[in-house]
T-cell receptor, first 112, second 112 residues
């Protein structure tokens, strides 16, 4: 079945850029997502990209998709302490199932 | 616009007891999902409803778990009897059309 892998932890200094990486196995995935989860809260949809795109920018967020390598990344510019959270990569399986497969999440720690 | 509402937020029960979780999706969203999130992992789909119909329940452990979505709006997920391994966060999500799934805050279940 589909597998989504993420590194578990990332530490950055406030004001720097953060880059969170994700790899997946299903080359026919249609949509790819980034969710943010703060302690004790549900998942907040940050952004998503359709599989026929290679880049999407939304304010401080930039998503890059390399379909050949099955690699997705999320770049957060000017990282702030409020960005500290767990970030989940998720891919939607093809075939009209609307089924999301999530990675285990990357914990982003922002320090002064 | 109100988001996905879940209750209770926290539940502590003894093993072998029954437990139920309730979800009210975003108004007008026809698709409703229940996810299980174990500690340190991403969410995993348990069941998906299109209106009143359960269209994907392949990951739902049917010996002890059951779900319903009467009238195609609110949904209830039940566990009977609960086991120690059921301790997790149960997330509800909803979508209109399936591209964007919006999550509730979850119910954190502790089984003693």
């Amino acid at each position: 079945g589909e597998d989504v892998e993420q590194s578990l932890f990332l530490s950055v200094r406030e004001g720097d850029s953060s880059v969170i990486n994700c790899t997946y196995t299903d080359s026919s995935s249609t949509y790819l997502y980034w969710y943010k989860q703060e302690p004790g809260a549900g998942l907040q949809l940050l952004t998503y990209i359709f599989s026929n795109m290679d880049m999407k920018q939304d304010q401080r967020l930039t998503v890059l998709l390399n379909k050949k390598d099955k690699h997705l990344s999320l770049r957060i510019a000017d990282t702030q302490t409020g960005d500290s959270a767990i970030y989940f990569c998720a891919v939607m399986l093809s075939g009209g199932y609307n089924k999301l497969i999530f990675g285990a999440g990357t914990r982003l720690a922002v320090h002064p | 616009e109100a988001g996905v509402v879940q209750s209770p937020r926290y539940k502590i029960i003894e093993k072998k007891q029954p437990v139920a979780f309730w979800c009210n999706p975003i108004s007008g969203h026809n698709t409703l999902y229940w996810y299980l999130q174990n500690l340190g992992q991403g969410p995993e789909l348990l069941i998906r409803y299109e209106n009143e119909e359960a269209v994907d329940d392949s990951q739902l452990p049917k010996d002890r778990f059951s779900a319903e979505r009467l009238k195609g709006v609110d949904s209830t997920l039940k566990i009977q009897p609960a086991e120690l391994g059921d301790s997790a966060v149960y997330l509800c999500a909803s979508s209109l059309g399936g591209d964007e799934q919006f999550f509730g805050p979850g119910t954190r279940l502790t089984v003693l």
